[in-house]
Every structure is written in C-alpha cells, then in structure tokens.
C-alpha cells in the first residue's frame, strides 16, 4: 500500500490533490506500481539518500525525472498533447516512473 511517509511533497491540499493520491494508490496497487514504489518507500531509509518527490505543478504536463515525477494541477484528468485526448491516470504514471531512477536500466546522467 502507498504510504505518505516517503517524502512526497504537496504543495496545496485540495480536492485535487486527493484525487492524485488515489491515482497513485490505485498505482501501487498494481504489480508493477507496487514495485515501484516500493523501491521509493526502501529508499527513504537510507541514509545520505536524495528523497524522490511527487509534486504536482500549475504546468500542462506531467514530467519524470531522476529524482521526481511532477504531475500537472489537473492531474488525474490531462490529455495527450496532440490529439487532446484524456489520458488514463495509472497510464500517465506508469510512464513518468519510466524517467525516474527506479525504473530497470535507467542511466543517471
């Protein structure tokens, strides 16, 4: 289960800020997802260790980065920049996840 105790920041509190912990509980839930943030929960009790984040932002996009996945505002509701279409939440995060240091191969650099 996704815990809030690995530093996840959030900037606001709000309804949409619920809505996006449910999306990535729903997330952890799922085989892959539960590995994943697994791997950030482990982390967090390592010492000397850069925390991951998960932030959302006022930006139109959701972006993933080696130390951090930032979700935009709307965020589980966002659509794929070309053709506008809503874009499935868990979707969404399993992509940005495949940015960040956890996921298999990645190359920090």
Do not use: C
Request: charged residues 20%.
């Amino acid at each position: 289960m996704f815990a809030a105790t690995a530093n996840f920041s959030w900037p606001k509190i709000g309804i949409i800020y619920l809505k996006a912990y449910k999306a990535l509980q729903d997330y952890s839930k799922t085989e892959y997802g539960a590995v994943m943030i697994n791997k950030i929960l482990m982390e967090h009790h390592m010492p000397g260790r850069v925390l991951f984040q998960v932030r959302l932002d006022d930006d139109d996009g959701a972006k993933g980065s080696t130390n951090y996945i930032t979700f935009p505002s709307g965020f589980p509701l966002i659509a794929a920049l070309e053709t506008r279409d809503t874009v499935d939440a868990l979707a969404t995060i399993h992509h940005e996840f495949g940015h960040t240091r956890f996921f298999p191969g990645h190359k920090q650099g």
